[in-house]
């Protein structure tokens, strides 16, 4: 699989609201299984994008998706997929990497959202879809979603 990147579609939200919104869109293009690195700074969005992914599949209310940060993974169960939503920003080794076994989670109902997965080369190379978030402006984000 070659590393180049054909973007699938691009947005610019201006609120919260608006990029959760565009989440819950995104379920009929992210139909498990699915490994996709979720990009962008700290507080660029990717939990808030998130919510409205995990609310379109029926795995989890908005409300009850937050960031995985200090658990490292957080699991929403739906009936069409099961979602990973996995933060490695404290991980920094293959080692520390190993101890979650990501690779256990992988089935044929998943979908791994992984946050700060361009950290490691492997999962750069094995993604099927990557969410670019960056901000523009105060509110703005402008979200490219490639494959």
């Not at 565009?22 to 507080?43: M, N, Q, S």
């Amino acid at each position: 699989m070659s590393n180049q990147k054909t973007i699938l579609q691009e947005i610019v939200t201006e609120s919260a609201e608006e990029t959760i919104a565009f989440g819950r869109t995104l379920a009929e293009l992210l139909t498990a299984p699915k490994l996709v690195l979720l990009r962008g700074d700290l507080g660029a969005g990717k939990t808030t994008l998130v919510k409205g992914i995990a609310a379109a599949f029926e795995a989890a209310a908005e409300e009850d998706v937050t960031s995985p940060t200090f658990t490292l993974i957080h699991e929403y169960r739906g009936p069409r997929a099961n979602l990973y939503h996995i933060d490695l920003y404290r991980i920094d080794t293959q080692r520390e990497l190993d101890t979650l076994a990501l690779d256990d989670l992988r089935a044929e109902d998943s979908i791994l959202l992984i946050e700060w997965g361009e950290k490691f080369s492997r999962f750069v190379r094995e993604r099927d879809v990557e969410i670019l978030l960056e901000r523009e402006g105060e509110n703005g984000r402008r979200i490219r979603v490639s494959g």
